[in-house]
Structure formats: C-alpha cells, structure tokens
C-alpha cells in the first residue's frame, strides 16, 4: 500500500473517531443534562447546560431555520475537504494542515448529522463568565482549528509550498482536461 493511501485511511480512521467522540458527547448531554440546571465545571466560569430546543441555526444562532442550506454548505465542505487531503502532497510539512483539515471535516459532519437526524444541533458547554453563546465539541473542532489553519497558512507556510500544493490540488482537472484534448 502506497503512503497516500496509508495517509487516507489514517485520515478517515481520525475522522471516524471525532466524529463518533462528538455524537457521543451529544448524547451524553441530551441524557443527563436535558432538563437539569447544568453541571459546574469551574464555578462560574465554565458549566455543561444543556441548550434547550437545541441550535437551529449557524454559529450563535444566525440564520436559524435553514436546515437544508446548513446540511447543502456542510456536506460541499466536508467533499472539497476531503478532495484536498486526498490530492495533498503526502509530505511532512502539510500533515498538520491535513489533520486540521480533517477535524474541520469532522466537526462539520458532526454538526450535519445532528441537524439531519433531529433538525437541530445539541449544543452543552457554556462559558458563563462571559456569557458565550452554548456550543458543542464539533463547533471546537471547527473553530478551533479553522484559527490555527489560518495562522499556519498566514506564518508558516513558504511560497514554494502554496505553489506545490496548487500543483497538486489542480493535477486532476490538468489530466481529464489532457484526455478531453484527445
């Protein structure tokens, strides 16, 4: 077995696991925190609180009610983010993109399940010193990593390497375009 191979089925096994770690820390929240006042993590800082009616919408809320968009715009991120990772070069310097891009993927999925199954998202951890808006694991892997992407693309990725990982990303248009031309 070829390495990008070994390096998608690590990838999928990684994505399997968040994505089982998430629906199960949701139905954890749905069984014991449905109906109670919420488990204090640390006193009046950080408290488990079931969101009651769950999260309609997008992040905080916004757009609430669009079910099919949300499900649409997730499903079309988690393809194009799977076509990234399978035609990523298979090089050291671009795993930890690769593994953010794949929680990115899961917490996506995560999400798109719950407003599949249920036609909302089960959201559980508050952060109440701030009074932050309630979310769930898959929002942190999205969010999370989606920061930490960014700050890798704006400070540690080199030119020659967005060069390289255009190149890659493009070669599968460049050969149907070659067998188109025939």
Request: proline fraction near 3%; glycine fraction near 6%.
């Amino acid at each position: 077995m070829n390495t990008k191979a070994k390096r998608c089925i690590r990838d999928l096994i990684i994505f399997i696991i968040l994505v089982i770690l998430d629906q199960w820390t949701k139905y954890w929240a749905v069984q014991r925190l449905m109906g109670n006042d919420g488990i204090p993590l640390i006193k009046g800082v950080l408290e488990l609180y079931y969101l009651p009616n769950g999260n309609t919408g997008a992040a905080f809320g916004m757009l609430s009610g669009h079910k099919w968009l949300f499900l649409l715009i997730a499903l079309v991120v988690v393809v194009v983010i799977a076509y990234i990772i399978i035609y990523m070069p298979a090089k050291r310097k671009f795993l930890p993109m690769e593994i953010l891009l794949v929680f990115i993927a899961a917490g996506g999925a995560g999400n798109m399940i719950d407003r599949f199954i249920q036609d909302y998202v089960v959201d559980f951890i508050y952060i109440s010193c701030i009074n932050f808006p309630i979310f769930n694991v898959a929002d942190m892997y999205v969010s999370v990593c989606t920061v930490i992407l960014a700050l890798i693309v704006l400070f540690r990725v080199k030119e020659e390497d967005y060069t390289e990982l255009e190149e890659a990303l493009a070669a599968p248009f460049k050969k149907n375009k070659r067998k188109t031309d025939r």
